[in-house]
């Protein structure tokens, strides 16, 4: 027995398997074409190809820099062909020599220096305290101290000095005082200056004091380093900071002098090493080179700078990096794959036609060529290439011929595609781009062609616009402005100009369906609708009924009206040769009580597929001529169907079928639904709002429940919006009139004297008398 855990558990991964089918089934792509294909593959090749020939527009190589010498004048401009970074050496060494110029010179604290000192100066001590110690001796005394002295330290002390050493007070603390002084002094560094330290930071010096394995440094400013020349200032102010007697003060230069030596001493190794790491730690200074600016500029003086931008131009173009060349591949093939996303049905909502992929194709083929074939000319200058395109142009074209949507993406991708390739410089990318969105926009709402003059001369603004910030941009010359605005507004007028031409040739060459040709084929006076009017007039007046519906429906769902009224207009033109055969033209007499029902069934069909056929031959655009075809779709005609069946056993249904498809669009279905109501409200004896309204509900769920709106995207909401406009259009067309009573003169005449004459009344009607009914 199955449990209820069982069956929820099988439901679940039947979800699943759904879900993820459906999952994997979006990641496939649709059914490939393979012209569309092949063309779209051969513009991405076509486009790499002119890409990767061109030299760049300035025809700069590696052997053209023979022709430039510094101090001579250049005859012709020299325009970097992509953006180029270069070390400036120059700069860079400058750079190094000023950082070298701040490191302070190396000078090492020497221990063993101070060692010998302090061990002569205590010596020194020892002796004289010896002295100290014992009671005075007199002159003999003082004799035999300076005999010892002299003996010991020869020459190293006065006569004087001596004197007052043995002679003051606190002659036992002098060594001690001598000591303190020595001490400090040694600790901050007697320097040895040597010649060529101006090479160094003239500011500090560093000190390296080494104590075993560890190492400590210390910046010194040269204004406080002492010297043997400044010992004797130092010794005197440290006795004097420390406070010592002045007994000591007076002689402790003299006492002190002899056992000083410099023990810091410039180290040539530790400063080149530390020179050494300040140079690896200078940044080389790079420069970078724009794409399309003049390196060098004719009539100008050639400078060192100049040279040095050519010589990296010169290498460039040597260097021949294959790592450039696949990634401009790489982000080409990004670019193209970026466009067949975006020109998919996915985001279109709508599959391109093979003629409409081939437009695409030639347009940007030729767009992104043209941009590479005016950058190659060196005469242009700063001149941006952007304004020798006429992209407005490019934008337009599909915005008429396809849909607003892939016009967006061409005003986006390509301006990007050229400056990829190197034909815009990021100027001419800013113009460029200006000019398709400025397009895009003035083509809203457009529809006639002279509106398209009109769009011209708004580009025409917008590129003023675009070129005026690109020059302030640049701080360029005033001289500039007019030329450049001229150019800009004339970019614009000729496009829309190149577009009136144009568009006429590529409507009929892609069978396209633009608002222009549809408000021509609306036109009652065209000759296959006076055909139809003097051939058939109630098909006519019923395709002019059933038009009038379609395009009141598709205001309200916001499907195209006018495709709806055209293609209602054109939808029974197969009727017009065999008009006596159909209720709406037939007076008291009718054909078909002659013949059976299954011949019947076959004139009544043939009239989609004579339709289609006359469209063809007047190259209606498709989407009409699919109207054409699916007005009725597969429908069964019922009556002659139902006729059949009473006189014959056996009766194939399919051969009171029409012959067409279910509509596959919401145009389409809309004219399918009005030619459905037009024909069967005639029946309706007093046609009411509630009588409407309920017939027109039935017509549209039967055309419903037998599939004919399955492939139609219209939605529940949409039909309900349908019938709600078909029913006030009807209401509108049907309407109550008042019935006029009979005139009698005579029995007027005499109620006219039987009639007392009324009182004067001061009544005013607005339009001049009392209204009357319509």
């Known amino acids: 027995m199955i449990t209820k855990e069982h069956d929820n558990e099988k439901i679940m991964k039947k979800n699943d398997n759904d879900f993820g089918g459906r999952f994997l089934n979006s990641l496939k792509p649709s059914k490939l074409r393979t012209g569309p294909l092949l063309a779209s593959i051969g513009a991405f090749l076509f486009c790499l190809t002119v890409t990767s020939l061109s030299r760049g527009y300035n025809h700069f190589g590696a052997e053209d820099i023979q022709e430039f010498e510094v101090g001579r004048v ?62 005075a001796r007199g002159q003999g005394s003082f004799n035999y101290f300076r005999s010892a002295l002299e003996s010991q330290f020869p020459g190293s002390f006065s006569l004087s000095v001596l004197e007052a050493l043995y002679n ?39 000190l390296l004091h080494n104590y075993g394995p560890r190492t400590e440094r210390e910046q010194v400013r040269y204004d406080r380093i002492t010297t043997m020349d400044k010992a004797g200032d130092a010794i005197t102010r ?56 003049k390196v060098i500029r004719k009539g100008f003086i050639i400078t060192d700078e100049d040279m040095a931008r050519l010589k990296a131009l010169s290498l460039t173009a040597r260097s021949q990096d294959p790592q450039s060349f696949i990634g401009r591949i790489l982000v080409f093939l990004l670019l193209y794959a970026l ?22 194709c030639i347009l940007a083929a030729a767009y992104i060529a043209g941009s590479v074939f005016i950058r190659n000319f060196s005469f242009i200058g700063d001149f941006p290439a952007a304004l020798c395109l006429p992209t407005a142009l490019v934008v337009m074209l599909p915005y008429i011929l396809i849909n607003s949507r892939i016009a967006v993406i061409m005003a986006l991708v390509l301006p990007l595609a050229s400056f990829l390739a190197g034909a815009f410089d990021t100027q001419s990318y800013i113009f460029a781009l200006t000019s398709g969105i400025a397009a895009v926009h003035t083509l809203r709402g457009a529809e006639r062609r002279i509106d ?21 941009s640049l701080r360029s010359p005033l001289e500039n402005y007019p030329g450049f605005l001229f150019w800009a507004a004339f970019n614009g007028v000729v ?77 029974d033109i197969g009727k017009i040769d065999n008009p006596d055969y159909f209720v709406e033209n037939q007076t008291a007499y009718n054909k078909h009580d002659n013949i059976a029902p299954r011949l019947s069934a076959t004139v009544i069909r043939s009239h989609v597929k004579l339709g289609v056929e006359k469209a063809r031959h007047l190259s209606l655009p498709q989407k009409v001529i699919d109207i054409i075809a699916e007005h009725h779709g597969n429908s069964v005609i019922s009556w002659f169907y139902h006729e ?131």
């Open 74 to 135: 250049a005859d012709r401009d020299i325009t970097a062909e992509q953006s180029v970074s270069y070390v400036d050496e120059e700069a860079t060494g400058h750079s190094r020599a000023s950082r070298e110029k701040q490191v302070p010179a190396v000078f090492i604290y020497s221990l063993q220096t101070n060692e010998k000192i302090i061990e002569e100066y205590n010596r020194f001590a020892a002796v004289s305290s010896s002295f100290f110690a014992e009671p």
């Open 339 to 360: 466009f067949g996303f975006l020109a998919g049905q996915r985001f279109l909502n709508q599959q391109l036609a093979a003629r409409e992929v081939y437009l695409l």
């Open 495 to 571: 496009s829309g100009i190149l577009l009136l031409g144009f568009l006429p040739w590529l409507e009929y060459a892609l069978n396209a369906v633009t608002t222009f040709r549809l408000i021509e084929l609306a036109d009652l006076n065209s000759p296959i609708l006076k055909r139809l009017f003097s051939a058939a007039p109630g098909t006519y007046s019923h395709s002019l009924m059933v038009a009038t519906l379609a395009e009141a429906a598709c205001q309200e769902i916001g499907a195209n009206p006018l495709l709806a009224r055209v293609g209602a207009y054109y939808h």
């Open 238 to 293: 440290l006795a004097e900071e420390n406070e010592f007697p002045f007994s000591f003060t007076s002689i402790a230069v003299s006492l002190l002098m002899p056992f000083l030596a410099e023990n810091v001493f410039f180290s040539p190794e530790d400063t080149e090493q530390r020179i050494a790491e300040a140079r690896s730690k200078v940044e080389p200074v790079v420069k970078h080179i724009e794409r399309g600016k």
């Open 168 to 206: 003051a007070p606190d002659r036992e603390q002098m060594g001690e005082y001598g000591s303190a002084v020595l001490g400090q002094l040694l600790e901050a560094g007697i320097f040895a200056l040597p010649p060529g330290l101006e090479a160094y930071n003239p500011e500090v010096a560093e």
């Open 644 to 774: 059949a069946l009473k006189r014959e056993n056996l009766v194939n249904q399919e051969d009171f079928s029409y012959p067409g498809t279910p509509p596959r669009s919401r145009e389409s279905a809309v004219v399918m639904l009005a030619d459905v109501t037009e024909a069967a409200v005639r029946t309706l004896e007093k046609p009411s709002v509630t009588r409407l309204e309920k017939y027109i509900q039935e017509l549209i769920m039967g055309k419903f429940e037998h599939g004919q709106l399955s492939e139609s995207e219209l939605t529940f909401r949409e039909l309900e919006t349908i019938k709600k406009a078909f029913v006030r259009v009807l209401a509108g067309h049907y309407h109550a009139r008042i019935e006029y009573p009979k005139i009698n003169k005579e029995k007027d005449a005499k109620d006219a004297r039987e009639t007392p004459e009324p009182k004067q009344e001061q009544v005013s009607h607005k339009n001049g008398g009392p209204h009357e009914p319509r």
């Open 452 to 472: 398209l003059v009109k769009a011209g001369l708004v580009i025409g603004a917008a590129n003023c616009i675009a070129i005026l910030a690109v020059l302030l």
